[in-house]
């Protein structure tokens, strides 16, 4: 395996003190600051970087105001790295560092492979007892009070041409289509072996350029809710969710970030490997959500936003007719 996934990404901003923040609240490690930039670090050691969106050595941004700048994936070995060199030499935008390379892509964004510097870590996940399968035996299933992020799991963008954004990611490194929405969209992992998708490219009628969402990989399907009703505790705005995606399986929670975009917890997506077949699906609500709560839930009444809060009567009220 070449490509084993985003080792770190680098978001241009406006408003730092605010961005560090919800970063901390999100989960994350800072391990460095200064007044221009801010590094923190998922528990696997993918790093996050927010700097102010004037720095000078910042990349080109796709779209006008906070965006994702940059991001880097890891590899498995340096020889990969020479490989990627002759293939992309030519390219818009080379840059060769020796231990970090890159290119443009066709949708403008500052793309940069490393050997990945990436801890391999064990944490503790629910066990899911089904019917035919009770792997938790005499033990509760966890509850969060907030989220603690493995990694960058995937990236999503708005690009101007499907086409030519997926042609670079697969025959350049060695991408995999996952699905797709034909000539509007792409969902790609780095190897036949992995999660269903480590990048999604979408084409809007528009055809524009832009950053979607970043998505945090976290243990399971509780710490998507506890995280995502701390950061409503905290008063971050939810997007969408929590909620499930039927293309990919995994459970999800987005909420408006200020360094760009939005930002996702998820947890239990599909895996597949060399004998999975890409699918081609229609765009709509019901294929991006089989079911979804709208403006989140409330982390101190741990109901729907605005709903209001529990009376416990509903135990002992009588039937109405």
Known sequence: MDV????EITYGADDLPKCKQFFLDWGMKLVEESADALVFESLNGCRVIVKKSDAADLPPAIEEGPTLREVVWGVSAPEVLQRFAKRIETLPGYVNQGDRLGCTDPNGLAVRFQVTKKRDVSVECAQMNTWNEKNRINQRSPAYEQAAPIEVGHVVFFVKDVKACEKFYTENFGFVASDRYPDRGAFLRCAAEGGHHDIFLLQTPAARAGLNHVAFTVRDIHEVFGGGMNMSRKGWDTQLGPGRHPISSAYFWYFQNPAGGLIEYYADEDQLDEHWEARDFEPGPTM???????????????????????????LTDKPKH
Do not use: H, V
């Open 288 to 314: 991006f959500a089989e079911w979804a709560i709208e403006g989140g839930i409330d982390g101190n009444t741990r109901r729907q936003k605005n709903a209001a809060a529990p009376s416990g009567k509903f």
């Open 4 to 7: 084993l996934g985003i080792d």
